[in-house]
Every structure is written in structure tokens, then in C-alpha cells.
């Protein structure tokens, strides 16, 4: 089992910038697909940023490009989110996930791991 937790969030204007940290603990050996899903009220939740810990191989959703940057810091198994030049859209509920092999890094059905979500608002 692997358990996560998530940090940072909040409320800041557009074009400001917020991070997003996920603890993960348990059974932590291994390589995992770790990363950030967000879901805006009456949205379906999606896959924002996602990093293969074994090769830190990233994937990122086109709306986010060039303003978020996920990474990670082995020696304490946490996944960071930078979101910089914000902006009200990116305003949801952001959830730390994980799994193991997954075919399609943004299919939120895929990760069997969740963090319990840190509410991200942007206003204009």
C-alpha cells in the first residue's frame, strides 16, 4: 500500500504562481507513474502532470505546457507541481495519484493510489 499526501494549494491571482507537493509513503519501492489530476466542479477529473519515477520521464496536458513543471526528490518519495502565470481555469481540485505500469498516463482510472485532493482557486 502506498499512502499520499499533498501539500500546498490556495488561493492566489492570475498570472501568480502556487506548489503542490505529494508525500507518498508505504510501499514506496519501485517504480511508480506519480503525478497531479484536478477536477473543477461538474468536470470530469483530468490528468494535468505525470512523472515515471524510474526515468523521470514526463507527460503533461497541452493546457499546462510551459507554465507547470512537475519533478521529484527521491530521497524523501515526494512529487512537486510548479504552476506558474496561473490562470482562472486552472481553478479545481488538484488530487496526487500513483500506480504502477499504466497504458495511458492521464486516464484517472488507471492509478489505484490517491492523495485526499488541495483546492487550487485562480482568480481574474
Known amino acids: 500500500q502506498v499512502q499520499l499526501v499533498e501539500s500546498g494549494g490556495g488561493s492566489v491571482q492570475a498570472g501568480g504562481s502556487l506548489r503542490l507537493s505529494c508525500a507518498a509513503s508505504g510501499y514506496t519501492y519501485g517504480q511508480y507513474y506519480m503525478g497531479w489530476f484536478r477536477q473543477a466542479p461538474g468536470k470530469e477529473r483530468e490528468g494535468v502532470a505525470i512523472i515515471y519515477t524510474g526515468f523521470r520521464t514526463t507527460y503533461y496536458t497541452d493546457s499546462v505546457k510551459g507554465r507547470f513543471t512537475i519533478s521529484q526528490d527521491n530521497a524523501r518519495y515526494t512529487v512537486s507541481l510548479q504552476m506558474n502565470s496561473l490562470k482562472p481555469e486552472d481553478t479545481a481540485m488538484y488530487y496526487c495519484?500513483?500506480?504502477?505500469?499504466?497504458?495511458?498516463?492521464?486516464?484517472?482510472?488507471?492509478?489505484?493510489?490517491w492523495g485526499q485532493g488541495t483546492q487550487v482557486t485562480v482568480s481574474a
Open positions: 495519484a500513483a500506480a504502477r505500469p499504466v497504458a495511458n498516463v492521464f486516464r484517472a482510472y488507471e492509478y489505484n493510489y
